[in-house]
C-alpha cells in the first residue's frame, strides 16, 4: 500500500511543503512507494509556494483509513491529526515540537524528534548525502519551509544548524534569502480573501492551561495593520468559534515580522488575566503589545497561564 505523508491540522508552509518532501525522498530514493497529503487548505503562504516552485497542491484528506500505512510530519499531537489516526498503521514521525503523547503505533516505529525550528532542516539531514539529488523545485519547498519556521531566522526558535541548511539550499537555487523571504511573508500577509473564522483557524492549536482549553492562534504578517483593522469583527467571532471548536476562549496573537513583536486581542477579563499572568504585560484596552514575541512553539504555549 502507498504510504500517505502529512502534517497537522490548518497547514503552513512546514505542514504543506514537509510531506512532499518525503514523500518524493520515499519514492526516489527508498524505492518507497508515498504520496503527500494534507489535512486541510494550506494558507496563502504555503499556496504561494507551491506555485514558485511548480508543485501540486496535495490532495485534502479528512480522514484516514484503518490499518492504512503514514507517516507523520511537523507533529506528534492526536488532536491536530485525523480522529482515527491510532487505527491507521504509523510508520514514523519526523517533528520538531514537545512530545504530546497520545498516539498508539502497530507496532515499533522510526520517530525522530529534534530541537529545530523546522521539519524540513531534519529531512535534510536525514536524507545525508541523497540530499543533494533533490530536484530543484523540492530543494525550494525545503529553503521556504525553513524560511517560514525561522521568519527568516528572526524566531528564537533558529539554531545555526537551521540557518547553514537554508544557506546552503539557497546557494544551490541561486535564490537570493532576503528577496524571497519577503515574497513568501507578503504573501502570507494577504488576509483580504479570508472570514474572520478561517483568520481565527488559519494557523492555531488547541491547548490546555490548567482545565481551560485555548485556541492558539497566531497570525506572522509584514503588514499588521490589515489584521488589527479587523480586530473587532475578529473578537466579535471569538465565542462561536470557541463553541464550534470545543474551547473554552481563542487567543490571537498578530506577529510583526518585521518589528519582532506580537499584538494580543483582548476581548475580555480572562485573556487580560492571560496576558498579564503569561507576559507580565500592563493591558489598557482591547489590545496589548509584547515586544519580542514571536514564537508560539517557545515563547507563547510554554507561558500560558490562566
Known amino acids: 500500500m502507498t504510504i500517505q505523508v502529512f502534517g497537522h491540522k490548518s497547514p503552513d508552509t512546514d505542514s504543506t511543503g514537509s510531506p512532499i518532501i518525503w514523500a518524493w525522498y520515499l519514492n526516489e530514493v527508498k524505492g518507497v512507494a508515498a504520496t503527500p497529503k494534507l489535512l486541510g487548505e494550506p494558507n496563502t503562504e504555503a499556496a504561494f509556494v507551491l506555485k514558485r516552485w511548480n508543485l501540486d497542491k496535495p490532495e485534502i484528506i479528512s480522514g484516514v483509513e484503518a490499518g492504512a500505512p503514514v507517516v507523520i510530519v511537523d507533529t506528534n499531537n492526536p488532536a491536530e491529526l485525523p480522529e482515527a489516526i491510532n487505527d491507521a498503521d504509523v510508520q514514523a514521525i519526523i517533528d520538531h515540537h514537545k512530545l504530546v503523547g497520545g498516539l498508539e503505533t502497530k507496532g515499533p516505529i522510526d520517530i525522530t524528534i529534534r530541537p529545530l525550528a523546522c521539519t524540513a532542516t531534519i529531512m535534510v539531514d536525514l536524507m545525508g548525502d541523497d540530499a543533494a539529488k533533490m530536484p530543484e523545485a523540492i530543494k525550494g519547498a525545503a529553503l521556504s519551509c525553513i524560511l517560514s519556521d525561522t521568519l527568516e531566522f528572526r524566531s528564537p526558535t533558529t539554531t545555526d544548524h537551521d540557518r547553514e541548511a537554508a544557506e546552503k539550499l539557497a546557494a544551490d537555487l541561486g535564490i537570493d ?109 482591547d489590545t496589548v503589545v509584547l515586544p519580542g514575541v514571536m514564537s508560539r512553539k517557545k515563547q507563547i504555549i510554554p507561558n500560558l497561564k490562566v
Open 177 to 285: 534569502i532576503a528577496a524571497y523571504a519577503s515574497e513568501m511573508f507578503e504573501a502570507k500577509s494577504d488576509i483580504s480573501a479570508f472570514s474572520d473564522a478561517e483568520l481565527i483557524r488559519m494557523d492555531s492549536k488547541a491547548y490546555e492551561v490548567d482545565g481551560t482549553k485555548f485556541r492558539v492562534s497566531v497570525l506572522e504578517t509584514t503588514a499588521p495593520k490589515l489584521v488589527l483593522d479587523r480586530k473587532d469583527s475578529l473578537m466579535a467571532s471569538f465565542e462561536e468559534v470557541a463553541k464550534e471548536d470545543g474551547v473554552d476562549q481563542v487567543l490571537l496573537f498578530a506577529v510583526d515580522i518585521l518589528n519582532e513583536e506580537a499584538t494580543l486581542l483582548v476581548p475580555n477579563d480572562l485573556v487580560k488575566t492571560v496576558a498579564e499572568k503569561s507576559f507580565g504585560a500592563t493591558v489598557d484596552g
